[in-house]
T-cell receptor, first 114, second 116 residues
Framework: QKEVEQNSGPLSVPEGAIASLNCTYS??????FFWYRQYSGKSPELIMSIYSNGDKEDGRFTAQLNKASQYVSLLIRDSQPSDSATYLCAVNMGSGAGSYQLTFGKGTKLSVIP | GAVVSQHPSWVICKSGTSVKIECRSL??????MFWYRQFPKQSLMLMAT?????????EQGVEKDKFLINHASLTLSTLTVTSAHPEDSSFYIC????????????FGPGTRLTVT
């Protein structure tokens, strides 16, 4: 069973702090990793993709990938109330037919307190 | 950009009727399109994967005769919910990926279906 695990939260952080969201995955051959943000009642929005070990920064967002530990994280610096949403971790697992499918975690709900 | 639209954004229909939902990639050609369903406070559930010009691949437990998917072109896929029942009421979301980055999916805004 290919799985993506996230802490459901809610994760509460004060405005201006760093929010750290974590995700683990079960399949060692996974190649592509994504973070989506989903506001209540809306569809997911792609905010970060990462494919190789290390850090990838985009504005206030930093994705970190450690394939040896099967772990991917998202850091949000200078958190704003507008960052309050559910963050979904998604992993492209496997090869062959259907290799482009994503397996989603259940999401971590982030609440940024003004 | 990578913009995906869906139409309608919400629909109310009577039990037993059929509803068609359109998904379009507006500024890119979508090699593959995906259909998801999301119930309140639950995560996304992949229903099916479709490639242009070929039959959709349905996930286990999804009735292919009830959820008809047509991927007529590289920019359009449709999902038809046939003989809808109240338990089909859900948030239906499509996504699309480009051949250049096939695992990166861009989501449409979703269609909220209510069956009365």
């Amino acid at each position: 069973q290919k799985e993506v695990e996230q802490n459901s939260g809610p994760l509460s952080v004060p405005e201006g702090a760093i929010a750290s969201l974590n995700c683990t995955y079960s399949d060692r051959v996974s190649q592509s990793f994504f973070w989506y943000r989903q506001y209540s009642g809306k569809s997911p929005e792609l905010i970060m993709s990462i494919y190789s070990n290390g850090d990838k920064e985009d504005g206030r967002f930093t994705a970190q990938l450690n394939k040896a530990s099967q772990y991917v994280s998202l850091l949000i610096r200078d958190s704003q109330p507008s960052d309050s949403a559910t963050y979904l971790c998604a992993v492209n697992m496997g090869s062959g037919a259907g290799s482009y499918q994503l397996t989603f975690g259940k999401g971590t709900k982030l609440s940024v307190i003004p | 950009g990578a913009v995906v639209s869906q139409h309608p954004s919400w629909v109310i229909c009577k039990s037993g009727t059929s509803v068609k939902i359109e998904c379009r990639s507006l500024d890119f050609q979508a090699t593959t399109m995906f259909w998801y369903r999301q119930f309140p406070k639950q995560s996304l559930m992949l229903m099916a994967t479709s490639n242009e010009g070929s039959k959709a691949t349905y996930e286990q437990g999804v009735e292919k005769d009830k959820f008809l998917i047509n991927h007529a072109s590289l920019t359009l896929s449709t999902l038809t919910v046939t003989s809808a029942h109240p338990e089909d009421s859900s948030f239906y979301i499509c996504s699309a990926s480009r051949s250049s980055s096939i695992s990166e999916q861009y989501f449409g805004p979703g269609t909220r279906l209510t069956v009365t």
